[in-house]
Protein backbone atom coordinates (compact mmCIF):
# COMPACT_ATOMS: atom_id res chain seq x y z
CA UNK A 1 0.00 0.00 0.00
CA UNK A 2 1.27 3.21 -0.70
CA UNK A 3 0.16 6.54 0.72
CA UNK A 4 -0.44 9.39 -1.33
CA UNK A 5 -0.44 13.25 -0.30
CA UNK A 6 -2.07 15.56 -1.72
CA UNK A 7 0.25 19.32 -2.80
CA UNK A 8 -1.47 22.83 -1.38
CA UNK A 9 -0.46 25.49 -3.25
CA UNK A 10 2.23 27.86 -1.92
CA UNK A 11 0.60 30.50 -0.32
CA UNK A 12 -2.71 28.95 0.85
CA UNK A 13 -3.17 27.83 4.43
CA UNK A 14 -5.53 24.92 5.78
CA UNK A 15 -9.02 26.02 6.22
CA UNK A 16 -9.55 26.77 9.72
CA UNK A 17 -12.52 25.75 11.99
CA UNK A 18 -15.04 28.20 13.66
CA UNK A 19 -13.41 30.09 16.21
CA UNK A 20 -14.24 30.42 19.44
CA UNK A 21 -14.94 33.34 21.15
CA UNK A 22 -13.33 33.87 24.40
CA UNK A 23 -15.84 34.57 27.61
CA UNK A 24 -16.05 37.66 28.54
CA UNK A 25 -14.07 38.28 31.46
CA UNK A 26 -16.71 40.04 34.08
CA UNK A 27 -14.39 40.20 36.77
CA UNK A 28 -11.85 42.44 34.56
CA UNK A 29 -14.68 44.49 33.36
CA UNK A 30 -15.89 45.24 37.03
CA UNK A 31 -12.35 45.75 37.71
CA UNK A 32 -12.09 48.87 34.92
CA UNK A 33 -15.94 50.05 36.11
CA UNK A 34 -15.18 50.04 39.78
CA UNK A 35 -11.48 52.12 38.73
CA UNK A 36 -13.55 54.87 36.67
CA UNK A 37 -16.18 55.10 39.56
CA UNK A 38 -13.26 55.59 41.75
CA UNK A 39 -11.08 57.91 39.45
CA UNK A 40 -14.61 59.79 39.10
CA UNK A 41 -15.29 60.38 42.76
CA UNK A 42 -11.63 61.50 43.54
CA UNK A 43 -11.02 63.97 40.63
CA UNK A 44 -14.79 65.55 40.22
CA UNK A 45 -13.67 67.75 44.01
CA UNK A 46 -11.01 68.89 42.21
CA UNK A 47 -12.92 69.65 38.29
CA UNK A 48 -15.52 71.75 40.47
CA UNK A 49 -12.48 73.30 42.81
CA UNK A 50 -10.55 74.03 39.61
CA UNK A 51 -13.59 75.47 37.55
CA UNK A 52 -14.81 77.83 40.43
CA UNK A 53 -11.11 78.65 41.06
CA UNK A 54 -11.15 80.55 37.36
CA UNK A 55 -14.42 82.05 38.13
CA UNK A 56 -15.71 85.61 38.72
CA UNK A 57 -17.56 85.93 41.29
CA UNK A 58 -20.88 87.21 39.61
CA UNK A 59 -20.34 83.32 37.53
CA UNK A 60 -19.66 82.21 41.09
CA UNK A 61 -23.10 82.89 42.21
CA UNK A 62 -25.31 82.71 38.98
CA UNK A 63 -23.84 79.53 37.03
CA UNK A 64 -23.78 75.97 38.02
CA UNK A 65 -20.70 74.81 39.74
CA UNK A 66 -19.96 72.23 36.75
CA UNK A 67 -20.06 74.87 34.25
CA UNK A 68 -17.80 76.86 32.21
CA UNK A 69 -17.23 80.18 32.98
CA UNK A 70 -18.13 82.95 30.92
CA UNK A 71 -14.97 85.05 31.82
CA UNK A 72 -12.13 82.88 32.62
CA UNK A 73 -10.76 85.07 35.61
CA UNK A 74 -6.98 83.34 35.96
CA UNK A 75 -6.28 86.71 37.90
CA UNK A 76 -7.83 84.63 40.93
CA UNK A 77 -4.50 82.18 41.83
CA UNK A 78 -2.47 86.26 41.63
CA UNK A 79 -4.88 87.42 43.98
CA UNK A 80 -5.47 84.65 46.25
CA UNK A 81 -1.66 83.96 46.45
CA UNK A 82 -1.04 87.48 47.99
CA UNK A 83 -4.15 87.38 49.85
CA UNK A 84 -3.71 84.37 51.77
CA UNK A 85 0.25 84.80 51.82
CA UNK A 86 0.78 81.40 50.20
CA UNK A 87 4.66 82.26 49.54
CA UNK A 88 5.44 82.43 53.33
CA UNK A 89 3.14 79.84 54.25
CA UNK A 90 3.84 77.41 51.32
CA UNK A 91 7.46 77.82 52.52
CA UNK A 92 6.89 77.27 56.15
CA UNK A 93 4.97 73.97 55.48
CA UNK A 94 7.70 72.90 52.63
CA UNK A 95 10.52 73.73 55.55
CA UNK A 96 9.00 71.66 57.66
CA UNK A 97 8.24 68.67 55.55
CA UNK A 98 11.70 68.60 53.89
CA UNK A 99 13.13 68.51 57.64
CA UNK A 100 10.45 66.08 59.30
CA UNK A 101 9.96 63.75 56.60
CA UNK A 102 13.53 62.13 56.19
CA UNK A 103 14.70 63.28 59.46
CA UNK A 104 11.99 61.07 60.70
CA UNK A 105 12.08 58.36 58.13
CA UNK A 106 15.90 58.10 59.04
CA UNK A 107 15.25 57.97 62.70
CA UNK A 108 12.51 55.37 62.36
CA UNK A 109 14.46 53.30 59.64
CA UNK A 110 17.27 52.90 62.07
CA UNK A 111 15.53 51.73 64.83
CA UNK A 112 13.68 49.41 63.11
CA UNK A 113 17.08 47.62 61.37
CA UNK A 114 17.65 47.22 65.19
CA UNK A 115 14.81 45.27 66.54
CA UNK A 116 14.26 43.41 63.12
CA UNK A 117 17.61 42.10 62.48
CA UNK A 118 20.01 42.31 65.95
CA UNK A 119 18.94 39.69 68.36
CA UNK A 120 18.20 41.08 72.11
CA UNK A 121 15.58 39.97 74.44
CA UNK A 122 12.48 41.66 74.58
CA UNK A 123 12.81 42.69 71.48
CA UNK A 124 8.95 42.17 70.94
CA UNK A 125 8.06 43.86 73.62
CA UNK A 126 9.93 46.84 72.63
CA UNK A 127 8.27 46.69 69.14
CA UNK A 128 4.97 46.65 71.16
CA UNK A 129 5.15 49.80 73.05
CA UNK A 130 5.97 51.65 69.93
CA UNK A 131 3.13 50.02 68.26
CA UNK A 132 0.62 51.41 71.09
CA UNK A 133 2.41 54.67 70.83
CA UNK A 134 1.22 54.67 67.71
CA UNK A 135 -2.18 54.65 68.00
CA UNK A 136 -2.37 57.34 71.14
CA UNK A 137 -4.57 60.14 69.53
CA UNK A 138 -2.81 63.47 68.97
CA UNK A 139 -5.96 65.29 70.37
CA UNK A 140 -4.95 64.05 74.01
CA UNK A 141 -1.46 64.94 74.31
CA UNK A 142 -1.99 68.91 72.80
CA UNK A 143 -2.80 70.01 76.36
CA UNK A 144 0.64 68.45 78.07
CA UNK A 145 2.61 69.26 74.26
CA UNK A 146 1.57 73.31 74.93
CA UNK A 147 2.79 73.29 78.59
CA UNK A 148 5.75 71.62 77.35
CA UNK A 149 6.63 73.89 74.19
CA UNK A 150 5.98 76.78 76.69
CA UNK A 151 8.20 76.32 79.33
CA UNK A 152 11.19 75.08 76.33
CA UNK A 153 10.51 78.12 74.76
CA UNK A 154 9.73 76.58 71.51
CA UNK A 155 6.24 78.05 71.51
CA UNK A 156 5.17 80.01 68.17
CA UNK A 157 8.32 78.46 66.16
CA UNK A 158 8.66 75.92 63.74
CA UNK A 159 11.26 73.75 65.78
CA UNK A 160 8.50 73.88 68.24
CA UNK A 161 6.89 72.06 65.81
CA UNK A 162 9.22 69.78 63.75
CA UNK A 163 9.78 68.04 66.95
CA UNK A 164 6.13 67.05 68.17
CA UNK A 165 5.57 65.56 64.38
CA UNK A 166 8.55 63.49 64.74
CA UNK A 167 7.31 62.37 68.19
CA UNK A 168 3.85 61.36 66.55
CA UNK A 169 5.35 60.47 63.50
CA UNK A 170 7.96 57.89 64.99
CA UNK A 171 6.77 54.85 66.47
CA UNK A 172 4.03 54.19 63.23
CA UNK A 173 7.52 54.17 60.53
CA UNK A 174 9.28 51.97 62.88
CA UNK A 175 6.22 49.57 63.40
CA UNK A 176 5.78 49.53 59.82
CA UNK A 177 9.43 49.02 58.87
CA UNK A 178 10.47 46.73 61.46
CA UNK A 179 8.03 43.99 60.08
CA UNK A 180 10.42 44.57 56.54
CA UNK A 181 14.17 44.32 58.20
CA UNK A 182 12.27 41.49 59.71
CA UNK A 183 12.01 39.43 56.63
CA UNK A 184 15.63 40.24 55.31
CA UNK A 185 17.20 36.73 55.38
CA UNK A 186 19.66 36.21 58.38
CA UNK A 187 22.22 34.52 56.10
CA UNK A 188 22.65 37.66 53.82
CA UNK A 189 23.52 39.74 56.85
CA UNK A 190 25.48 37.40 58.66
CA UNK A 191 27.54 36.75 55.11
CA UNK A 192 28.22 40.46 55.19
CA UNK A 193 29.55 40.15 58.78
CA UNK A 194 32.09 37.57 57.88
CA UNK A 195 33.21 39.73 54.40
CA UNK A 196 34.25 42.44 57.81
CA UNK A 197 30.99 44.84 56.97
CA UNK A 198 29.94 46.48 60.46
CA UNK A 199 26.56 46.90 61.85
CA UNK A 200 26.35 50.71 60.35
CA UNK A 201 27.46 49.55 56.64
CA UNK A 202 25.32 46.45 56.70
CA UNK A 203 22.53 49.40 57.21
CA UNK A 204 23.53 51.93 55.63
CA UNK A 205 24.77 49.96 51.92
CA UNK A 206 22.59 46.72 52.39
CA UNK A 207 19.49 46.71 54.44
CA UNK A 208 18.43 50.59 53.70
CA UNK A 209 18.29 50.26 49.95
CA UNK A 210 16.58 47.26 49.88
CA UNK A 211 14.20 49.25 52.02
CA UNK A 212 13.85 51.56 49.26
CA UNK A 213 9.45 50.74 47.96
CA UNK A 214 8.77 50.96 51.65
CA UNK A 215 10.64 53.96 52.33
CA UNK A 216 9.24 55.55 49.10
CA UNK A 217 5.66 54.41 50.36
CA UNK A 218 6.15 56.42 53.96
CA UNK A 219 7.28 59.16 52.41
CA UNK A 220 4.44 59.63 50.52
CA UNK A 221 2.08 59.15 53.48
CA UNK A 222 4.49 61.15 56.11
CA UNK A 223 4.35 63.95 52.86
CA UNK A 224 0.81 64.31 52.68
CA UNK A 225 0.16 64.05 56.74
CA UNK A 226 2.53 66.79 57.72
CA UNK A 227 1.45 69.19 54.80
CA UNK A 228 -2.38 68.79 55.78
CA UNK A 229 -1.31 68.56 59.81
CA UNK A 230 -3.67 71.20 61.63
CA UNK A 231 -4.28 69.91 65.47
CA UNK A 232 -0.86 70.57 66.39
CA UNK A 233 -0.03 73.54 64.81
CA UNK A 234 -3.00 75.59 65.49
CA UNK A 235 -2.25 74.71 69.22
CA UNK A 236 1.01 75.82 68.61
CA UNK A 237 1.46 78.23 66.45
CA UNK A 238 0.28 81.73 67.02
CA UNK A 239 1.68 84.12 64.89
CA UNK A 240 0.90 84.66 61.14
CA UNK A 241 4.58 84.89 60.14
CA UNK A 242 5.01 80.78 61.26
CA UNK A 243 1.65 80.10 59.93
CA UNK A 244 1.62 76.62 58.12
CA UNK A 245 -0.47 75.56 54.89
CA UNK A 246 -3.68 74.49 56.43
CA UNK A 247 -4.17 77.57 59.58
CA UNK A 248 -3.41 79.44 56.18
CA UNK A 249 -6.64 78.12 54.72
CA UNK A 250 -8.61 78.39 57.65
CA UNK A 251 -7.74 81.71 58.23
CA UNK A 252 -8.39 82.45 54.44
CA UNK A 253 -11.62 80.77 54.76
CA UNK A 254 -12.20 83.37 57.60
CA UNK A 255 -11.90 86.67 56.38
CA UNK A 256 -12.76 86.14 52.97
CA UNK A 257 -15.37 83.75 52.79
CA UNK A 258 -17.34 84.99 50.38
CA UNK A 259 -14.53 85.15 48.15
CA UNK A 260 -15.05 81.72 46.62
CA UNK A 261 -12.66 82.00 43.41
CA UNK A 262 -9.89 83.14 44.97
CA UNK A 263 -10.36 80.77 47.74
CA UNK A 264 -10.75 77.84 45.75
CA UNK A 265 -7.61 78.99 43.84
CA UNK A 266 -5.26 79.21 47.11
CA UNK A 267 -6.98 75.83 48.05
CA UNK A 268 -6.05 74.20 44.53
CA UNK A 269 -2.63 75.89 44.41
CA UNK A 270 -2.02 74.79 48.25
CA UNK A 271 -2.53 70.77 47.08
CA UNK A 272 -0.25 70.84 44.26
CA UNK A 273 3.05 70.02 45.89
CA UNK A 274 0.98 67.15 47.75
CA UNK A 275 0.87 65.97 44.00
CA UNK A 276 4.04 66.97 42.87
CA UNK A 277 5.62 64.44 45.58
CA UNK A 278 2.84 61.14 44.94
CA UNK A 279 4.17 62.05 41.40
CA UNK A 280 7.38 61.42 41.98
CA UNK A 281 7.09 58.17 44.07
CA UNK A 282 3.92 56.49 43.33
CA UNK A 283 5.55 53.95 41.21
CA UNK A 284 7.39 52.20 44.71
CA UNK A 285 4.06 53.29 47.02
CA UNK A 286 1.74 49.71 45.51
CA UNK A 287 5.30 47.47 45.98
CA UNK A 288 5.64 49.20 49.16
CA UNK A 289 2.24 49.07 50.83
CA UNK A 290 2.76 45.40 50.85
CA UNK A 291 6.74 45.28 52.05
CA UNK A 292 6.11 45.47 55.42
CA UNK A 293 4.20 42.29 56.39
CA UNK A 294 5.67 41.06 59.45
CA UNK A 295 8.18 37.96 59.51
CA UNK A 296 7.48 35.27 62.81
Avoid at 56 to 74: H, I
Avoid at 84 to 99: C, F, H, Y
Avoid at 207 to 223: G, S, T, Y
Avoid at 276 to 285: A, D, E, G, S, T
Wanted: with cysteine; net charge positive; glycine share 8%.
Amino acid sequence: MTATTVARPTGTRAPEGPRRRRPTDWTGVGLWVSLVITCLIWAIPFIFMFLTAVKTQADVSTRPVWALPELWAWGNFAEGAATGDLWNTGLNSLLVSVIKVPLGLLLAAAAAYVLGTIRFRRHKLVVAIFAVGSMVPIQIALGPLFNTMLSLGLLDSLPGLILPYLAFGIPYQIFMLYGFFRAIPDEMIESARVDGASTLRIFWQICLPMAKPALAALFILDFVATWNEYAIAVTLLQSQANYTIPLAVQNFSTQFSTDYGQLNAFIFMSAIPVLIVYLMFQRYFVQGAFAGSVKG
